[in-house]
């Protein structure tokens, strides 16, 4: 299981987060990221203009992961809550009997969370241009819009900050045993 950072292993402005607080936001961003794919990733609107003062008023329908693409939401949700719980475990001390698992572990689920979130987050922006050029001319006169709901930024900007964080994590124990294995070099 992945130990957790020593501060000074880390570079630059970033000695100062413990790998007990990159851990934490591990599991916020790995939550985050999985709870993303119920929000909202599109939403088209209609404006319905009134007739002879009656009816009119506006109307709104959006889409989550799910509605999106069901499969790449559940693997995103799974990846998610997999990457919280791997460093709710490291950061809490649980012991998983004789598991032992390699120092890449996370890093490689914060990779490929953000490798699937990433490639969600390109298509849902295709799909709501594409939209927008459906609409063309029509959607202008008659109200009509598509846009990005939030759930597809909330997706793509915390399974970054998973990725990151947990790349960060691993950072300690390889820089600790580069230094180990090659020395310091001196000038």
């Known amino acids: ?29 790995g939550l985050i990221t999985a709870i993303s794919v119920f929000f909202p990733w599109a939403t088209v609107t209609f404006s319905i203009p009134a007739f002879e003062g009656i009816g009119g008023g506006e109307s709104s329908t959006s ?23 791997l460093a709710f475990i490291t950061v809490r001390g649980i012991q998983l009997g004789s598991v032992k698992l390699p120092w890449f572990t996370a890093p490689v689920l914060g990779f490929l969370l ?6 969600e987050w390109t298509s849902t922006l295709s799909d ?19 846009s990005t709901g939030f759930g597809v930024w909330l997706l793509i900007i915390f ?10 994590v691993a950072w300690a124990p390889i820089s600790a ?10 000038a």
């Open 1 to 29: 299981m992945p130990q957790p950072a020593a501060a000074s292993a880390l570079p630059g402005p970033l000695a100062k987060l413990s790998g007990t607080t990159l851990q934490w936001i591990q599991v916020l961003a």
């Open 63 to 85: 889409g989550n992961g799910f509605d999106k693409s069901g499969g790449m939401a559940t693997l995103i949700l799974l990846l998610g809550l997999a990457v919280a719980a």
């Open 114 to 119: 953000f490798l699937f979130s990433l490639i």
């Open 128 to 146: 709501v241009s594409d939209a927008k050029d459906a609409l063309g001319f029509l959607g202008t006169v008659a109200g009509a819009d598509a």
């Open 159 to 168: 399974a970054l900050v998973a990725f990151a964080a947990s790349v960060l």
């Open 177 to 186: 045993a580069g230094k180990q294995l090659f020395g310091k070099k001196t």
